[in-house]
């Protein structure tokens, strides 16, 4: 296991709760030599402020609009060899950042990425791809437990999904960061293909696991029905100004142009949106767009080292507990489970019910891993429909399935 600094960056604005939740989540984390830094509105700080944890915290202050602006200044005060970046509405895995980071024990790996788990907390929203020259993304086939470095050829890059990524900091100094002309949307892409055409290796690592819940923000409702396109417009322009050749730019964005246009129409069927709202909806896009191909390329000059000295947050090793119930006692083996946590353990309760139900997972505000589903039911969407086991095989085969991410044996 690598035992490199790392400095742990989460952005956040107008959602408090959430980002007091991710906060909780990250003071579970099981490797011992990281900071947090914390880049917030008002709200924000003022959420993070109150946790239990707030002294072990860099809080930035910080109420712009603009996420690249916002992870610059994260990286600013940033005192870890490794910067990692997860959103203010995922929770990490608690063996996350020891499996993140440790491709970065090869010299020629600058960048890393993992697995992303969607709002049930069993299927994957996002595993690996690369990225075309067009700057679309295309799904790669990888093992499951170990990590792969790539270094692609010159006219495709690897896709790190911003909500768990991770770089070296003087790799991120040298290329300027993130680009401010990406207010929301593509940044990280930029920066993907701007790693690769200066030849540095990617790596993907599977066991690197957040789960990301797509909450609310100014562009979409907890629902992802979209209130804003102007951002997505804008970002795409300003990606085809630096990455794609300019003859190839009008096709391009007729159908990056239809393909949002599908999406929207999807809500108006559903009754999640309104015809008018999709007018408005495609305006929004294409004033975005219209912005995007004048806004100017301002270089962003970073710190060498830190701001600020490297602030250790005070993580210790965690004993990791699963506690297996039922409906009818659910109450009281939640109680316990929350004793447990109390304690200082990281702690999963299982409850199984006696029917085929799909299995859910959540992680609480409080800190602790809630799943529930069915003896019979699926857990991975792909297992066959419905499955035999005792109650106690059942058990057994969950908590194999999270062990490395979890840490139930380390």
């Known amino acids: 296991m690598t035992d490199l600094p790392v400095s742990v960056v989460i952005v956040s604005r107008g959602r408090p709760q959430s980002l007091a939740r991710t906060l909780t989540g990250i003071s579970q984390l099981q490797y011992w030599n990281f900071e947090v830094v914390v880049v917030a509105d008002p709200e924000g700080i003022a959420s993070a402020a109150a946790l239990p944890f707030s002294d072990d915290l860099k809080l930035v202050p910080f109420d712009t609009p603009n996420i ?14 490794i910067i990692a970046f997860i959103d203010d509405d995922a929770v990490p895995e608690p063996m996350w950042l020891r499996h993140l980071v ?9 960048a890393m990425g993992g697995y992303v788990r969607g709002r049930n907390g069993i299927s994957f929203q996002w595993k690996a791809a690369s990225i075309d020259q067009h700057g679309m993304p295309q ?33 991120l100094v040298e290329l300027g960061g993130f680009d ?20 540095y290796a990617t790596a993907i690592v599977p066991l690197a696991e957040v789960h990301h819940g797509y909450a609310e923000n100014r562009t979409r409702t907890a629902a992802r029905v979209p ?36 999406r929207v129409l999807r809500f108006l069927q559903s009754g999640q949106l309104e015809p008018r709202d999709v007018t408005h ?3 929004r ?33 965690r004993q990791a507990k699963m506690i297996v119930s039922r409906p009818l006692t659910a109450t009281v083996d939640r109680n316990r489970a929350l004793r447990e946590l109390a304690a200082g353990h990281i702690v999963t309760l ?52 999270v062990a490395l991410q979890r840490g139930f044996h380390q």
């Open 281 to 283: 909806l495609m305006k």
């Open 180 to 199: 401010p002309a990406f207010h929301y949307f593509l940044d990280e892409t930029d920066l993907n293909m701007r790693l690769a055409k200066a030849g």
């Open 227 to 262: 209130t804003d396109l102007y951002d997505i417009g804008a970002s795409w322009a300003v990606f085809q100004r630096k990455h794609v050749a300019e003859d190839a730019r009008p096709s391009q964005w007729r159908s990056l142009r239809d393909e949002q246009r599908k």
């Open 139 to 171: 799904p790669l086939t990888l093992g499951t437990d170990q990590a792969t470095v790539m270094r692609p050829p010159n006219t495709r890059a690897i896709k790190t999904e911003g909500t768990n990524m991770a770089f070296r900091r003087d790799v």
């Open 350 to 401: 299982l409850i199984i019910s006696p029917t085929a139900f799909f299995h859910q997972l959540s992680f609480t505000d409080n800190g602790l891993w809630v799943q529930s589903g069915g003896l019979f039911g699926k857990v991975g969407r792909t297992d066959k429909l419905i499955s035999l086991a005792s109650r106690a095989k059942k058990a057994e085969r969950e908590m194999r399935r």
């Open 285 to 317: 896009l294409d004033l975005g767009y219209a912005d995007g191909q004048h806004r100017k390329e301002v270089p962003t000059k970073l710190p060498k080292h830190g701001i600020d000295p490297f602030r250790r947050f005070s993580a210790g090793p």
């Open 68 to 81: 690249s602006a916002a992870r610059n200044l994260g990286l600013s005060h940033s005192a870890g060899e």
């Open 102 to 110: 440790a491709p970065a024990s090869q010299s020629d790996v600058a």
